[in-house]
């Protein structure tokens, strides 16, 4: 491994630490947020919902305009931009200066998020390319197991202006790292050819099978983020349990979710098509019995964190397998313009991820709305999977004919 690749490795596993933590780290202070600024829970979770559609929409275009400025640049303005948003947080006296700062941090995560990955193909090829991509992926996960945990404790001892302090230090070292040793990477710069843009992007958009697979990924991907803004309310207003304790349970269902990938690639990826659908759909069902069987409980049962986490953690493993699956599927649909496939992925699941915890916050939380949540939002990612499905054997059968 040259000095370009390891630079090149080692800044991407940076901007993928920073973003896999830049959402759950603050999930443990949205209840305190919202007593500090004397404002609701719905424009507190809002703080998500912002976040992550700012970062969908800027994914649809950063991927393009990198292959034409270059990754070095768009790294340096993002990360910096990033980081003194993440020092100006404390100093917020109301919750819509929050909404701002987190618009322009999901902003910025859309350039050097985007760019973080590209940085991999740039410099690695073949086996190696495989290799590294499964390293910055694991790096990502990585910030959603111990990110709520490390979030929980900060916002206990130190409040929840901590959680952006820890944000603004990532991101700092990520931009020194880069600006002081990250080299060029991008070989060829392309001129930015928008009507060439619209037209690919007009392909991949029109195309039934990857709308479907990628709204699934949508929803499966939203019922993590929607089952955290609501479980931190649940968890410490309704069971009077500390942020700590939050960030802990929490470190639990990012372990399920870890083992739920592991499974995936054992069990699952092993099989045809077909048998991976079928154990998909079994694994949801079941998972759709129990949460009606733990909701039932509860009127007859004193409310406890078992509720709210046994049946859940399970859930996440089998949520993990469905969106994996998803992922998949979606990004195998017209692979000669992978480039917009992903860079409208992306913009897809992340609006949608950012859409659902914000239709959650309309929802007064407590313990069966939360298994509610889980159970509605796995039946709409089952619903959106088997229309992908028939879709797919329509356009197989027209092949046919």
Same mark, same amino acid.
């Given at each position: 491994?040259?000095?370009?690749?390891?630079?090149?490795?080692?800044?991407?596993? #940076?901007?993928?630490?920073?973003?896999?933590?830049?959402?759950?780290?603050?999930?443990?202070?949205?209840?305190?947020?919202?007593?500090?600024?004397?404002?609701?829970?719905?424009?507190?979770?809002?703080?998500?919902?912002?976040?992550?559609?700012?970062?969908?929409? !800027?994914?649809?275009?950063?991927?393009?305009?990198?292959?034409?400025?270059?990754?070095?640049? *768009?790294? %340096? &303005?993002?990360?910096?931009?990033?980081?003194?948003?993440?020092?100006? $947080? @404390?100093? $917020?006296?109301?919750?819509?200066?929050?909404?701002?700062?987190? %618009?322009?941090?999901?902003?910025? &995560? +859309?350039?050097?998020?985007?760019?973080?990955?590209?940085?991999?193909?740039?410099?690695?090829?073949?086996?190696?390319?495989?290799?590294?991509?499964?390293?910055?992926?694991? !790096?990502?996960?990585?910030? @959603?197991?111990?990110?709520?945990?490390?979030?929980?404790?900060?916002?206990?001892?130190?409040?929840?202006?901590?959680?952006?302090?820890?944000?603004?230090?990532?991101?700092?070292?990520?931009?020194?790292?880069?600006?002081?040793?990250?080299?060029?990477?991008?070989?060829?710069?392309?001129? *930015?050819?928008?009507?060439?843009?619209?037209?690919?992007?007009?392909?991949?958009?029109?195309?039934?099978?990857?709308?479907?697979?990628?709204? #699934?990924?949508?929803?499966?991907? +939203?019922?993590?983020?929607?089952?955290?803004?609501?479980? !931190?309310?649940?968890?410490?207003?309704?069971?009077? /349990?500390?942020?700590?304790?939050?960030?802990?349970?929490? *470190?639990?269902?990012?372990?399920?979710?870890?083992?739920?990938?592991?499974?995936?690639?054992?069990?699952?990826?092993?099989?045809?098509?077909?048998?991976?659908?079928?154990?998909?759909?079994?694994?949801?069902?079941?998972?759709?019995?129990? =949460?009606?069987?733990?909701?039932?409980?509860?009127?007859? =049962?004193?409310?406890?964190?078992?509720?709210?986490?046994?049946?859940? $953690? !399970?859930?996440?493993?089998?949520?993990?397998? &469905?969106?994996?699956?998803?992922?998949?599927?979606?990004?195998?649909?017209?692979?000669?313009?992978?480039? #917009?496939?992903?860079?409208?992925?992306?913009?897809?699941?992340?609006?949608?991820?950012?859409?659902?915890?914000?239709?959650?916050?309309?929802? #007064? @939380?407590?313990?069966?709305?939360?298994?509610?949540?889980?159970?509605?939002?796995?039946?709409?990612?089952?619903?959106?999977?088997?229309? &992908?499905?028939?879709?797919?054997?329509? /356009?197989?059968?027209?092949?046919?004919?």
């Amino acid at each position: 491994m040259n000095r370009t690749q390891k630079m090149a490795l080692l800044s991407a596993v #940076s901007l993928m630490l920073l973003m896999g933590c830049a959402v759950d780290i603050m999930l443990a202070s949205l209840p305190d947020l919202a007593r500090d600024f004397a404002v609701s829970a719905a424009e507190c979770k809002a703080l998500v919902f912002m976040y992550l559609l700012a970062y969908g929409a !800027t994914q649809a275009f950063s991927g393009v305009i990198s292959d034409s400025v270059g990754r070095r640049p *768009l790294v %340096i &303005a993002s990360t910096l931009l990033f980081t003194f948003a993440s020092f100006i $947080a @404390p100093f $917020a006296d109301s919750i819509t200066q929050l909404h701002i700062i987190r %618009i322009v941090q999901g902003f910025c &995560a +859309g350039w050097f998020g985007v760019v973080g990955r590209t940085l991999i193909g740039d410099v690695f090829e073949g086996r190696e390319y495989d290799k590294n991509l499964s390293t910055i992926a694991m !790096t990502w996960a990585i910030g @959603p197991i111990v990110a709520p945990t490390i979030g929980g404790y900060l916002q206990e001892y130190f409040g929840w202006e901590a959680n952006f302090i820890v944000l603004g230090c990532i991101s700092g070292g990520a931009f020194l790292f880069t600006l002081f040793f990250l080299p060029e990477t991008l070989r060829y710069k392309h001129a *930015l050819d928008v009507r060439s843009v619209l037209k690919r992007y007009k392909v991949v958009l029109s195309d039934k099978i990857f709308w479907s697979y990628s709204l #699934s990924a949508g929803w499966l991907y +939203g019922l993590t983020t929607a089952f955290g803004v609501v479980s !931190t309310f649940v968890v410490q207003n309704i069971l009077h /349990k500390s942020a700590s304790t939050y960030g802990t349970m929490s *470190l639990m269902l990012g372990v399920a979710w870890f083992v739920g990938q592991a499974i995936y690639k054992r069990f699952f990826i092993t099989r045809n098509d077909m048998a991976r659908r079928r154990m998909l759909t079994l694994s949801q069902g079941g998972i759709l019995v129990l =949460l009606c069987l733990v909701a039932g409980l509860s009127f007859e =049962l004193p409310q406890s964190l078992w509720m709210v986490y046994a049946i859940p $953690a !399970t859930g996440y493993m089998v949520t993990a397998c &469905a969106l994996t699956y998803a992922f998949t599927k979606a990004l195998e649909q017209n692979k000669e313009y992978s480039g #917009s496939v992903n860079s409208l992925y992306g913009c897809v699941v992340s609006i949608m991820s950012g859409l659902a915890p914000a239709l959650a916050s309309h929802i #007064s @939380p407590s313990i069966l709305t939360l298994l509610a949540l889980f159970a509605a939002l796995t039946v709409l990612s089952m619903i959106f999977r088997a229309h &992908a499905v028939r879709s797919e054997q329509k /356009k197989y059968a027209a092949f046919a004919g």
